[in-house]
Nanobody
Framework: QVQLVESGGGLVQVGGSLRLSCAAS????????MAWFRQAPGKEREFVGA????????KYADSVKDRFTISRDVANDMVYLQMNSLKPEDAAVYYC?????????????????WGQGTQVTVSS
């Protein structure tokens, strides 16, 4: 069974930080791009950040650029999302996604394995 399991979500105050983790099992995602997406209530799922197969290249949505950082531990099939300076609009369920290509991409269609999500709540 191929699985991605997210953890690290929770409640944080405006301006605070959280670090999300994604663990892969059932197959290795080394050499494949990984990404984080999020979905707020009543909204479409949106791209947050992506990282290339070996971790050498990253892309971010404009809304999180300079605040969020995606990284990966290729050997252990782990992906992380460090979120700083959190805003109320960052509140959402965050999903880890495993890609079908080595190329860093923002295209949701190129990610074929999804976790169940972890909730991030930002309080004022």
């Amino acid at each position: 069974q191929v699985q991605l399991v997210e953890s690290g979500g929770g409640l944080v105050q405006v301006g605070g930080s959280l670090r999300l983790s994604c663990a892969a099992s059932g197959r290795t995602f080394s050499n494949y791009a990984m990404a984080w997406f999020r979905q707020a209530p009543g909204k479409e799922r949106e791209f947050v950040g992506a990282i290339s197969g070996r971790g050498g290249n990253t892309k971010y949505a404009d809304s999180v650029k300079d605040r969020f950082t995606i990284s990966r531990d290729v050997a252990n099939d782990m992906v992380y999302l460090q979120m700083n300076s959190l805003k109320p609009e960052d509140a959402a369920v965050y999903y880890c996604a495993g890609g079908s290509t080595v190329v860093t991409t923002t295209a949701e269609a190129l990610y074929n394995t999804w976790g169940q999500g972890t909730q991030v709540t930002v309080s004022s």
